[in-house]
């Protein structure tokens, strides 16, 4: 039996920017965009070429179709014509022709893993992967076989319970001294609990249906100095459990963090605010069945379902405002997420975002994205390169900075916008600029009024030469950028021309 994931397809003209490897996207045709190919797929046109007949597919036969207009990928042991896609693609053909009469897998998992290609290449679908003989006896498959380079990641993680009258406490133990709280994602969900743990680059999975009931909420505490975890659940009832549950997929296992699929929950929409003209604030609530927290510098996707086809979209994570700390919640802050989002009337995700009512529910994923807090050790210099909505990752980034590393002595913020009227917390940047002789920004308008006084025009060496400037010639750096696509490209060739290390530079790019 195959599984499948349910992850789901990334809207193609987002200008949220994410943490994850670069990826230049391609210009599509007019009549080519995400909303085309769901009316191609919807239209009963047959894109498989077999009229509707499924096929068991061998090696030797996906290997014959690698041409462009007939080109054949598996992805997880199916096999899809993906010849009609070709111009609806936003990585472009040679993306995919890359993968062309060959399996994807891996190259679909480095890419976008996220996708859900069930529901979006379903019309495309010409059948699996015809099984291969078993091996001799005595003999593995080469997957299956111990790879050397496991060893290089963390020790095997291991758990145990027990319980009161009225508790029972599940007790993780990492073996790893840098957990914490944002290291742990917990979801009960009907008879089923799940705790995924964060360790490096790798997750360990808790995944049980549990033999009782047990109350929606439960609370979670991490012992740093060890590594241990511990889950305290509310029994429904005061009776003695003779066993925690039965073991569900995955469960007690340790695995890369790119060989796991998104898990979503679905999260109350409680409060949108405008900010600019074109950009809202929404808080969303956590159901009391999650923990959840963000690190800092990672994202997540939202789910929708739109003309019945699931689509994605990333987006970062902010606080309520760049003075949260100072106010008091009117709920716990754990269970509250706040996102700056830019509505595109034209657009496909956000104008059904934007129509959801306060009350409705939008499904969020695990956090997402490679930046690591560990890059902010010792820094002196901080500086903030963002365009537009490029600014939602810089919020934390900004915030954890200034509160938390004693070493630094400047923050500055470049923030490129086309007018004054799309600059995103203008007025909170100036006082927190104010407030604190650490950090600086600068506004650059590329269409200013007449009376603008301050800078103007787009990324370039004479603004960045100015602008990035260490305190000392010795200061360590980090330089984080993001916005549109070419304005990072343009940024990051940029930052090398100006000698600048891979070391110091962190692009958010989608």
């Not at 896609?85 to 472009?92: D, I, N, R, S």
Request: aromatic fraction near 10%; glycine fraction near 6%.
């Amino acid at each position: 039996m195959l599984n499948v994931p349910s992850q789901s397809f990334p809207g193609p003209s987002s200008q949220q920017r994410v943490s994850s490897g670069g990826r230049s996207k391609v210009p599509l045709k007019q009549g080519r965009s995400l909303m085309d190919w769901i009316r191609l797929t919807k239209s009963g046109k047959d894109l498989t070429g077999l009229k509707g007949r499924l096929i068991e597919v061998t090696e030797e036969e996906l290997k014959k179709h690698n041409k462009k207009d007939d080109c054949w990928i598996c992805i997880r042991g199916f096999v899809y014509n993906v010849s009609p896609y070709m111009e609806y693609h936003p990585g472009g053909e040679e993306e995919l022709m890359s993968a062309a009469g060959s399996d994807g897998t891996d190259l679909f998992d480095q890419v976008h893993r996220w996708v859900n290609y069930e529901s979006m290449l379903k019309e495309c679908l010409v059948g699996r992967m015809a099984v291969k003989p078993a091996f001799p006896k005595g003999m593995l498959p080469k997957s299956q076989v111990t790879d050397p380079l496991a060893k290089e990641g963390p020790s095997s993680p291991s758990y145990d319970w027990f319980q009161t009258d009225a508790l029972v406490t599940i007790v993780i133990y990492t073996k790893q001294k840098d957990i914490n709280l944002d290291s742990v994602i917990a979801d009960h969900r009907d008879d089923s609990f799940r705790a995924e743990t964060v360790i490096k680059d790798y997750s360990y999975l808790i995944h049980i249906a549990l033999s009782h009931e047990i109350q929606e909420d439960f609370s979670v505490r991490v012992v740093e100095n060890v590594g241990k975890i511990e889950i305290v659940l509310k029994k429904k009832e005061n009776t003695s459990w003779k066993c925690l549950g039965h073991p569900l997929e995955n469960h007690n296992s340790l695995i890369p963090k790119k060989d796991t699929g998104l898990y979503y929950r679905k999260c109350q929409l409680i409060s949108k605010e405008d900010v600019t003209h074109d950009t809202k604030l929404f808080c969303l609530m956590l159901p009391p069945s999650t923990h959840l927290q963000v690190p800092t510098g990672l994202h997540v996707y939202f789910k929708l379902t739109i003309t019945g086809t699931e689509i994605v979209k990333p987006y970062t994570p902010v606080s309520d405002s760049l003075f949260s700390e100072f106010k008091e919640p009117v709920l716990p802050n754990n269970k509250y997420i706040y996102f700056l989002i830019k509505i595109y009337p034209a657009g496909l995700f956000t104008p059904e975002l934007d129509h959801l009512q306060i009350g409705d529910y939008v499904s969020v994923s695990n956090p997402e994205g490679n930046f690591k807090i560990s890059q902010f050790q010792d820094l002196e210099d901080l500086f903030l390169l963002a365009a537009g909505t490029g600014f939602t990752p810089m919020v934390k980034v900004l915030s954890y900075a200034l509160t938390n590393i004693p070493s630094l002595r400047k923050v500055k913020l470049m923030f490129f916008n086309k007018t004054e009227d799309d600059i995103i917390w203008r007025s909170q940047l100036e006082k927190l600029a104010f407030k604190d002789k650490r950090f600086d920004v600068e506004f650059v308008l590329s269409v200013p009024t007449s009376e603008w006084n301050s800078k103007r025009g787009y990324i370039s060496p004479a603004l960045l030469s100015e602008f990035l400037k260490r305190s000392l010639d010795t200061s360590k750096v980090l330089i984080c950028i993001c916005g549109p696509m070419p304005f990072t490209e343009q940024g990051m060739k940029l930052l090398h021309d100006l000698n600048f290390s891979k070391d110091e530079i962190h692009s958010f790019t989608a």
